[in-house]
């Protein structure tokens, strides 16, 4: 049994326009700490961020908008041409990311959290994520939803959308990693407001 001060560690992933986020946000509504993989990520790849001189010497200067930030547009056209790239941004960024959710997750104990909630775009593909988490949601939809909710929020082309899911970890791969699983497709938000009071009570939280 989980002593009381240790907040159970659920990891969050789904696919790009899943509603991975909303589900965050939902858990975050019912009083879980939330570490946002993606948000420490931009973070770091911002302006002034940790990680902007090594990118710059990786990289090169054109790989940096004018104010200084990384260019993600660009390293996105870079990984589709060049797979080797992907290696190298990871090994730049992922330290410093893994870093900032260490110290956060720190704090959400000291703090008392009763869950912490590790929203990781990447949970899958990164595989020392497993034994440090004490359960994992997938947030899962049909491939065609995807594109749809992709190309509408960010003004991607289908076959840019397509692109990223198949950079992404397979569909079946997350399902098969799943503790709990919800399936966010032609539902409405009460309706994924009431999966999350679910899975909360399946986690007893």
């Known amino acids: 049994m989980r002593k009381a001060h ?3 560690r659920l990891g969050l992933t789904g696919g790009i326009g899943s509603g991975k986020s909303t589900v965050a946000s939902l858990f975050a509504k019912r009083g879980a700490a939330l570490i946002d993989a993606d948000a420490i990520s931009r973070a770091v790849t911002s302006t002034g961020g940790l990680a902007i001189d090594a990118l710059r010497k990786a990289f090169g200067p054109t790989m940096l908008t004018p104010y200084g ?3 993600r547009d660009q390293m996105r ?3 589709f041409s060049d797979p ?3 290696s190298r941004l990871e090994e ?3 330290p410093l990311v893994g870093s900032a959710i260490a ?3 720190r704090q959400a104990n000291v703090a008392g959290a009763s869950c912490i ?7 899958v593909e990164s595989h020392h994520w497993r034994a440090s988490l004490d359960r994992i949601l997938v947030v899962d939809c049909s491939e065609g939803t995807q594109i749809l909710r992709v190309a509408s929020r960010n003004g991607f082309s289908v076959d840019a959308v397509r692109k990223i899911i198949s950079s992404q970890a397979p569909r079946t791969l997350r399902l098969n990693a799943a503790d709990a699983i919800v399936f966010n497709d032609g539902i409405t938000i009460d309706d994924l407001a ?3 009071h679910e899975i909360c009570a399946q986690f007893e939280l």
């Open 69 to 71: 930030a990384l260019d």
């Open 92 to 94: 730049i960024v992922h």
């Open 117 to 123: 909630v590790f929203d990781i775009p990447l949970l």
């Open 6 to 8: 240790v907040a159970l």
């Open 77 to 79: 056209s870079l990984i």
């Open 84 to 86: 080797s790239a992907k």
């Open 194 to 196: 009431q999966h999350v």
């Open 103 to 105: 110290e956060q997750a």
